[in-house]
């Protein structure tokens, strides 16, 4: 039966893929793009553990600023590319957006540069989106600090569901129109999700919408074998993940949530530790398994927070819901949100359902 072959571990990534498309939970596109996927984590992996002995080509800054506004490391731009031309040559996807590319890009067959989706040559060829940060976390990679990539895919919507708001879709062809309306789509309509932890082992973590499932790269093979066919994240732990360098800067409910716990003056009594990275991949992972809470808040800075809603924070909440847990902005559940622009920001509150409860009263008791 299914369930064995998700409870056995030792099963392959492929296998398990193949598993699903074979009983209908997914198709035929979304096994070639996941096996896309597969092979570029495996390269990005190589890559990120090698880097130091490659330091003039792997390490250090590209010399470029990117749409965020970041100085791009030589990996940042590297693992896009791989990231991109492994989902570009499945020919399963019509639009990429990515953290390092200004504007979706075309997702067919061949596509060597990053075609704008603003030109006209744009050939809408697959039925799937994938939005995608090939490398989070990047600013620790040049200290081999755990990094990852975090992708999602979406289905094309059909022309009806298309509609742009007027602001969005001035000047754009009817074509273009479509394939914006496709990435801008709320976290809940996501079909699958996923990230790679590039760490001590080389983790692979994903989601279609029934259950959340693990596996682990044996090198040995150079496959992904499943080691946690079912991840479920604790209902209360006793960790928090912020940047609490910022606490000075959080909203007022932020501050006093994280005061109360770390004093051991919560639901629990019991004084709360921090652990953060500042990769938000190995700051998930953690609180997946072991519990806890992960933040990253607005503050006076930034009303919406650092991480972006597209490529990050939605489908990292998808994969917490899924898994049991629950993702806010503070106010509203993350996944609702309909992104206005690829690169809008959102605060992020995740992890164990008691603990996001809890510090969602305090935002409450705010309003
Ligand atoms: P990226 O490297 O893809 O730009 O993402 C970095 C993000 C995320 O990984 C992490 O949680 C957060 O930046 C850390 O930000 P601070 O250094 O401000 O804490
Ligand atoms: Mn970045
Ligand atoms: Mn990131
Ligand atoms: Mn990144």
């Known amino acids: 039966e299914f369930e064995d072959v998700c409870e056995q571990t030792g099963v392959t990534l492929s296998r398990y893929c193949i598993e699903l498309a074979n009983r209908g939970k997914i198709d035929e596109d979304l096994n070639s793009i996941f096996n896309s996927i597969r092979e570029a984590a495996k390269v990005i992996a190589k890559l990120v553990n090698t880097a130091p002995l490659q330091q003039a080509e792997l390490l250090g800054l590209q010399g470029e600023i990117n749409v965020q506004g970041e100085d791009q490391k030589k990996l940042d731009v590297i693992t896009n590319d791989v990231f991109k031309n492994a989902l570009r040559y499945t020919g399963k996807l019509g639009t990429l957006a990515s953290e390092e590319e200004d504007e979706p890009v075309d997702g067919s067959v061949g596509g060597s540069e990053a075609i704008p989706l603003l030109s006209d040559e744009f050939a809408d060829t697959g039925k799937y989106i994938c939005v995608f940060d090939p490398l989070d976390g ?3 990679v040049d200290a081999g600090i755990p990094v990852g990539t975090i992708f999602g895919v979406f289905e094309e919507p059909s022309p009806a569901e298309c509609e742009l708001p007027a602001d969005l ?12 309306a496709g990435t801008l789509q709320p976290g809940k309509s996501l079909v699958a999700a996923g990230y790679v932890l590039y760490s001590a082992s080389t983790e692979l973590v994903l989601t279609f919408g029934q259950g959340v499932v693990g596996f682990t790269l044996d090198t040995s093979i150079g496959e992904f074998v499943m080691t946690r066919p079912s991840i479920q994240i604790p209902p209360r732990g006793k960790i928090y993940s912020a940047n609490t360098g910022n606490i000075g800067e959080w909203d007022q409910p932020m501050r006093e949530y994280i005061q109360t716990i770390r004093a051991g003056k919560g639901e629990t009594d019991t004084p709360y530790s921090l652990r953060y990275i500042g990769s938000m991949v190995g700051d998930i992972h953690r609180t997946l398994l072991y519990g806890g809470i992960f933040a990253y808040p607005a503050d006076n800075k930034n009303q919406d927070g650092k991480l972006r809603l597209l490529y990050e924070g939605a489908p990292m909440s998808f994969i917490m819901e899924q898994a049991g847990g629950k993702a806010i902005t503070g106010h509203s559940r993350v996944l609702d949100i309909p992104p206005v622009g690829v690169h ?14 809890e510090c969602k009263k305090f935002f409450d008791e705010s309003n």
């Open 169 to 180: 879709s001035k000047g754009l062809s009817e074509e273009q129109q479509r394939c914006l």
């Open 344 to 357: 809008q920001r959102v605060p992020v509150i995740l992890g164990s359902a008691e603990d996001v409860e």
């Open 138 to 140: 990047s600013s620790n």
